[in-house]
C-alpha cells in the first residue's frame, strides 16, 4: 500500500469514527467549470443583498489561494435530518437544519479533531477548517469528490441518503488518493421546480437567490417586500420545499447527533405560542441555535409577515 493510500484510509477511517456521513478527497486546483457559471450567476443579480457573495470571486474557485500550497480538498458531510418535526401543522415552519445546536460549532469541533488526528498519525502539515464560512464552493468540491451530485434545486443529493446534510472542507498541502465524481440522477424530474413557493428555481440547477425563501427570512435585514405576502408557506426561518419533495430524501434516515435535537420545548409550540413569543423564550430555545442569525426581531418580523 503506498504512504498515499495509507494517509487517504486513515482520514476517511478518522471522518467515519466523527460521525461524518461520508468523505470525499479531490485535487485543489481552479474550477473550471464553475467559473463561468458564477460569474453568470452574479451578473444576473442572483444574489440579491448577499453583498459577500461577490467578494473574493479568485479563491472562492481555487483553494490554492485560500490554503498556499495545498493539495487536496477534503469534503466531508454531516446528516442533521431530524428524527422528529413541528408538531403542530399549523405553526410558523423551521428549516430542519436549525433544530438543534448551530451547525458551525458542531462541525468546526469535529474537524479540529480530525485535523489533529491528521497531524499526530501523519505529521506536520499546513490546514484549514471551512463550514460554510469562507468562500469555498461546498457544492462542487463534493460533487467533485464523488459524494452525490448537484441537483436541479443546486443542492447536493446522494443516492442512498438524499440531501439533508451539511457539507465542510479540509484543504490540505497533503497528498492523497482522489475521488471520482458521480453522475447526475435527477434524470426528467422536475418535482423541486413545481413545488418552490416563489419560483425561485428560474432554470433546472439554477436558483435565484433573491427570491428564495431562505434568503428572505435569513439574509434579507430590511423589510420583507409585500409582493411576497402569502407566498412564504408559512416558512418562517429558512425553507426545505424543494428537499422535502426530491424522491431521493425518501432515503433520510435520522441522524445520531444529540448536539442536533431540538430544544424539549420547539417541537411542541403551537401557531399561538411563536405568535406570541417573547425574547425571553426566543433566548431560550435559540440559546445556541443558528436561528440567532435573524435575532428575535428578524424571527417576530417574519411570523408577523406570514399571519393573514
Given at each position: 500500500m503506498s504512504i498515499k493510500t495509507k494517509h487517504t484510509e486513515l482520514i476517511k477511517a478518522e471522518a467515519k469514527r466523527l460521525g461524518f456521513l461520508s468523505c470525499?478527497?479531490?485535487?485543489?486546483?481552479?474550477?473550471?467549470?464553475?467559473?463561468?457559471?458564477?460569474?453568470?450567476?452574479?451578473?444576473?443579480?442572483?444574489?440579491?443583498?448577499?453583498?459577500?457573495?461577490?467578494?473574493?470571486?479568485?479563491?472562492?474557485?481555487?483553494?490554492?489561494?485560500?490554503?498556499?500550497?495545498?493539495?487536496?480538498?477534503?469534503?466531508?458531510?454531516?446528516?442533521?435530518?431530524?428524527?422528529?418535526?413541528?408538531?403542530?401543522?399549523?405553526?410558523?415552519?423551521?428549516?430542519?437544519?436549525?433544530?438543534?445546536?448551530?451547525?458551525?460549532?458542531?462541525?468546526?469541533?469535529k474537524l479540529k479533531t480530525l485535523l489533529h488526528t491528521i497531524e499526530e498519525e501523519i505529521g506536520a502539515v499546513e490546514g484549514r477548517a471551512f463550514v460554510d464560512s469562507a468562500p469555498v464552493l461546498d457544492k462542487a468540491w463534493a460533487a467533485k469528490s464523488g459524494l452525490g451530485w448537484v441537483g436541479k434545486h443546486s443542492n447536493l443529493i446522494t443516492k442512498k441518503?438524499?440531501?439533508?446534510?451539511?457539507?465542510?472542507?479540509?484543504?490540505?498541502?497533503?497528498?492523497?488518493?482522489?475521488?471520482?465524481?458521480?453522475?447526475?440522477?435527477?434524470?426528467?424530474?422536475?418535482a423541486c421546480i413545481d413545488a418552490c413557493p416563489t419560483q425561485a428555481i428560474v432554470e433546472p440547477y439554477v436558483v435565484d437567490g433573491s427570491k428564495c425563501i431562505s434568503y428572505f427570512t435569513i439574509e434579507l435585514k430590511e423589510q420583507l417586500p409585500t409582493e411576497m405576502k402569502g407566498q412564504f408557506n408559512d416558512w418562517m426561518f429558512g425553507c426545505d420545499v424543494c428537499q422535502d419533495v426530491c424522491p431521493w430524501n425518501r432515503f433520510s434516515k435520522?441522524?445520531?447527533?444529540?448536539?442536533?435535537?431540538?430544544?424539549?420545548?420547539?417541537?411542541?409550540?403551537?401557531?399561538?405560542?411563536?405568535?406570541?413569543?417573547?425574547?425571553?423564550v426566543f433566548s431560550k430555545i435559540f440559546q445556541k441555535s443558528a436561528v440567532k442569525r435573524t435575532k428575535f426581531s428578524g424571527l417576530t418580523r417574519n411570523i408577523e409577515f406570514l399571519k393573514d
Open positions: 470525499g478527497i479531490s485535487k485543489a486546483g481552479f474550477l473550471e467549470v464553475e467559473a463561468p457559471r458564477l460569474e453568470k450567476w452574479l451578473n444576473d443579480n442572483r444574489n440579491g443583498k448577499m453583498q459577500y457573495m461577490e467578494n473574493h470571486f479568485d479563491k472562492r474557485l481555487d483553494p490554492t489561494k485560500l490554503v498556499e500550497g495545498s493539495k487536496s480538498v477534503i469534503s466531508l458531510l454531516l446528516n442533521y435530518y431530524p428524527h422528529h418535526i413541528q408538531k403542530d401543522e399549523k405553526a410558523p415552519k423551521l428549516s430542519k437544519y436549525a433544530y438543534g445546536m448551530d451547525y458551525h460549532f458542531v462541525i468546526k469541533d441518503t438524499g440531501s439533508f446534510y451539511f457539507i465542510a472542507e479540509l484543504i490540505l498541502d497533503l497528498d492523497l488518493d482522489y475521488d471520482m465524481p458521480t453522475t447526475d440522477h435527477c434524470g426528467s424530474c422536475t435520522p441522524h445520531n447527533e444529540p448536539l442536533f435535537n431540538p430544544h424539549p420545548e420547539l417541537l411542541d409550540m403551537s401557531r399561538k405560542d411563536w405568535e406570541e413569543i417573547t425574547q425571553e
